[in-house]
């Protein structure tokens, strides 16, 4: 190459050879192609960062680039903002009804109207789908919005007025998170927004709350319970109470109910209806079940007493449906020598809802093997008699809520009536839970159910106040 060069400057010294000629020639072609194509490349590549920095549909900033102008924000100025976190409610029926292009239609004039409604704001995104996300300094907040202004920023917020379809309104629901300190990032205001959106989603319109601390104090405490929760299966820190089941003539324990209780280092007693719905999301359900199984066969296994009352237990639908839940609890029950017949197993009408099919199968194989199963809760869920003819089950426990509607309505005690006479038609045990009172045992008794539970006999109780009842 050095001699090509030379060659070039000093004209007229031609000592090259032809091959030479020709490979400087190739070498000249393949340079250019690399040129081309490194320079076609580095457009690409421009294009793809652009693409990726802009959300085509409504060229606002994308979710990323949203995320890094945000976090930079928050790090680095001075002034206080807050986040805003936007959804329209049921959009997805938009595009059932109406078509996918209507959708983007509606979605694009709701960006623009949403970007002259917030010409203030420092950045918007739409974060997916039909969620938008808006950071706006704190003050443009506090006076358009809070300050009991909330309905008229509904109103001015109700920019879907004009392009809600004839006949088909769209609402928005927002929540609000005041960014107040550095030490968050973006997604995590969204969730915080988020989370105060839903406090009203299901109010009919449009609906606007703002993140606040007893919400912030309810994250705190979900967030350690997640943090610990295995760590107080590791510790034995969950442990059972039991409420006794009461013949409704005799008014002698026939069984007990499992329940349990969760005796955190932190929080100190922790009742069911706190950590269990955050097991159901996060999937510990499964080995809080099973757990619960365990502790409880441990307890039946050693003590005569026990053996001699059926014992109920709690199984989430998740437990249910997605374990292997028959083959789980058979080697629970064979490490600890007892077997399926000393245990009823409670199930909700939500695992019908969620998979009649899988459910019926599943309770199939629990009887099958020795268990008795009841339908927990009945009267609660959606499914109605309709969806329990479906499934075979020993027992049904009929909840309180009943019971209450009951004492002050008489289509209520008709109701109560027919449930428990269609149930003993199909030889079915009836329990009625959260028993009180004497009126309520007494009214129950009229229409001869067979079992009761309620505080009126017991709270539920440590398993030795339990053996020292029987
Ligand atoms: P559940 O299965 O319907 O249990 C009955 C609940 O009603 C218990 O609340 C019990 O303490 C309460 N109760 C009993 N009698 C009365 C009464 O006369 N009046 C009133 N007001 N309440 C009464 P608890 O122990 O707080 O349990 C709440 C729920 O947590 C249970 O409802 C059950 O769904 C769930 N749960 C409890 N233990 C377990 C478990 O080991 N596994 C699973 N998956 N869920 C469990
Ligand atoms: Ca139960
Ligand atoms: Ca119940």
């Not at 807050?82 to 709701?110: A, C, H, P, W």
């Not at 077997?339 to 194989?365: G, M, N, P, Y």
């Amino acid at each position: 190459m050095e001699k090509i060069l030379l060659v070039g400057l000093t004209s007229g010294a031609i000592e090259t050879s032809h091959i030479e000629i020709v490979s400087f020639v190739i070498l000249m072609l393949i340079g250019m192609n690399i040129l081309c194509v490194w320079t076609y490349l580095t457009h690409q590549k421009r294009q793809i960062t652009k693409r990726l920095s802009i959300d085509e549909l409504t060229g606002f900033m994308s979710y990323q680039a949203f995320c890094e102008v945000g976090n930079k924000i928050i790090r680095e100025s001075n002034d206080e903002y807050s986040l805003l976190f936007m959804d329209i409610d049921n959009f997805k029926y938009v595009n059932e009804i109406f078509g996918y292009e209507e959708g983007t239609r509606i979605l694009q004039e709701f960006s623009m109207k949403l970007e002259n409604y917030f010409k203030e704001a420092k950045a918007i995104s739409r974060v997916g789908g039909d969620r938008f996300a808006i950071i706006v300094k704190r003050e443009f907040v506090v006076d358009s919005i809070e300050k009991d202004k909330i309905k008229e920023y509904n109103q001015g917020i109700n920019i879907l007025d004009q392009i809600s379809h004839d006949y088909y309104r769209i609402y928005i629901s927002s929540g609000i998170y005041h960014i107040d300190t550095n030490n968050v990032d973006i997604p995590y205001c969204i969730d915080c927004a988020d989370e105060a959106r839903k406090k009203e989603k299901f109010i009919y319109g449009n609906t606007c709350s703002v993140y606040s601390k007893d919400m912030a104090k309810a994250s705190k405490v979900k967030n350690e319970i997640v943090h610990s929760m295995e760590k107080g299966i590791e510790n034995k820190e969950f442990t059972m109470l039991y409420q006794p089941k009461v013949d409704v003539k005799t008014n002698q324990i026939v069984g007990a109910e499992a329940l349990v209780r969760w005796v955190s280092g932190y929080y100190n007693l922790i009742y069911p209806d706190h950590f269990i719905p955050v097991f159901e999301r996060n999937g510990f359900i499964l080995s809080l079940d099973y757990y619960v199984f365990e502790r409880v066969c441990e307890s039946v296994s050693k003590n005569q007493k026990m053996k001699n009352l059926k014992i109920s237990i709690n199984l989430s639908t998740i437990t249910l449906l997605e374990g292997d839940v028959l083959k789980q609890l058979t080697k629970i029950m064979e490490k600890h020598s007892v077997c399926a017949s000393d245990f009823d197993i409670e199930i909700t009408e939500t695992a019908l809802i969620q998979d009649a099919c899988k459910a019926v199968l599943k309770v199939d194989q629990l009887r099958q093997a020795g268990f008795s199963v009841s339908m927990d809760d009945f009267g609660t869920g959606m499914s109605g008699l309709s969806r329990f003819s479906e499934i075979a089950v020993d027992t049904l426990k009929i909840d309180k809520s009943f019971l209450d509607r009951a004492s002050s309505s008489l289509k209520a005690k008709e109701t109560l009536l027919a449930i428990i006479s269609l149930a003993k038609k199909l030889n079915i045990t009836t329990v009625v839970e959260g028993i009180e009172e004497q009126e309520q045992l007494d009214l129950i008794k009229e229409f001869d159910c067979d079992i009761y539970q309620g505080f009126l006999f017991s709270r539920p109780i440590p398993q030795e106040e339990l053996i020292k009842l029987l």
